[in-house]
């Protein structure tokens, strides 16, 4: 049961900060996670968590010189004053996989009682890579969401990463008509910030929602990022826009180099045409990039 504050505890400075008070019905979860090239190959070697928040093990199709891991998070989803802190970090020459097992939710938050908030920091060393694949998050309406991502590169780090997200219910017709957002994702390296993504909505911004030059009234947005890549790879570019041809005429699939980095986006109506056409994208990208060809994590199977 969710018991409501009284007003008068609220602290709205800390609101603001996007930093609400702790209650009896929210949870204030945290993960650290690190991984090490050893001789038998890479090993979780660092796996701390408070509340509900873990790792069983690390698991390793692909061979030992790559562990996949699996986010846990059984009450699977976030409420009011709700906040997980993910840490990873991948010691110099090795090389992680994290997924999760199912879709992450946003639910409908009480009214001037907080936010729900992710916080994801990963370090990538000295010839490691990262590869982070969580499936898709679903906002509920009325929402009050606010997930960051910072990536911090070392020399001849790599990175793999997708976000899909998505507003409101579309199979039940139930539309993200309220509530806010704000996505952020960055990456860094020697404290210069190579990446910044942020998508912004507030109060279910009809606009930015339904425009041309927004959402176009659709409730599915994803964004891949991979790199960085030490040249343009024009190549590599137009096998990724020959994906377009599997999209609907009402969905849209870009792809383009920024810099050192390669960007896929997908706008539509499905979550799972979206994990559908970013994993077509991987098959295309890891080898490019770190020379290794897929192997999907099990979990993807059941």
């Known amino acids: 049961m969710n018991i409501p504050l009284d007003p008068k505890l609220i602290d709205t400075a800390a609101v603001v900060n996007n930093k609400c008070p702790v209650e009896s019905s929210s949870w204030q979860a945290r ?17 701390e968590h408070e509340g509900p928040l873990y790792v069983q093990k690390a698991f390793y199709p692909e061979g030992p010189d790559c562990a996949h891991v699996y986010l846990l998070h059984p009450p699977g989803g976030l409420v009011t004053g709700d906040t997980l802190t993910i840490s990873v970090e991948a010691q110099a020459g090795s090389h992680a996989l994290l997924t999760t097992p199912g879709a992450g ?5 009480r009214e001037e009682e907080g936010v729900q ?20 998050t679903i906002l509920f309406p009325s929402a009050q969401a606010r997930m960051k991502t910072r ?5 001849n780090a790599n990175f793999i990463g997708w976000e899909v997200t998505c507003f409101g219910l579309p199979a039940n017709n139930i539309t993200f008509d309220s509530g806010s957002v704000s996505q952020n994702m960055q990456i860094w390296r020697d404290g210069r910030i190579l990446l910044n993504e942020n998508l912004v909505i507030d109060q279910g911004d009809s606009a930015l929602l339904n425009a041309n030059a927004g959402l176009r009234s659709l409730p599915v947005h994803g964004l891949m990022i991979a790199g960085p890549f030490k ?26 180099q920024s810099g050192e980095f390669m960007t896929v986006r997908y ?36």
């Open 151 to 155: 990536v911090d590169l070392s020399d």
């Open 231 to 256: 040249d343009n790879r024009l190549g590599l570019i137009d096998a990724l826009r020959l994906l377009q041809a599997q999209t609907d005429t009402n969905e849209f699939f870009a792809t383009s």
């Open 267 to 302: 706008l539509g109506s499905c979550t799972e045409k979206a994990r559908k056409l970013f994993t077509q994208a991987w098959v295309l990208i890891r080898p490019e990039l770190i020379e290794k060809q897929v192997v999907a994590p099990r979990i993807w199977a059941t």
């Open 117 to 136: 908030a992710q916080n994801l920091q990963i370090s990538v060393q000295k010839n490691a890579t990262v590869e982070w694949f969580p499936l898709e």
């Open 105 to 109: 939710r946003v639910y409908k938050a």
């Open 31 to 47: 993960l650290d996670l690190s991984f090490a090239q050893r001789s038998r190959g890479v090993r979780l070697v660092k796996c």
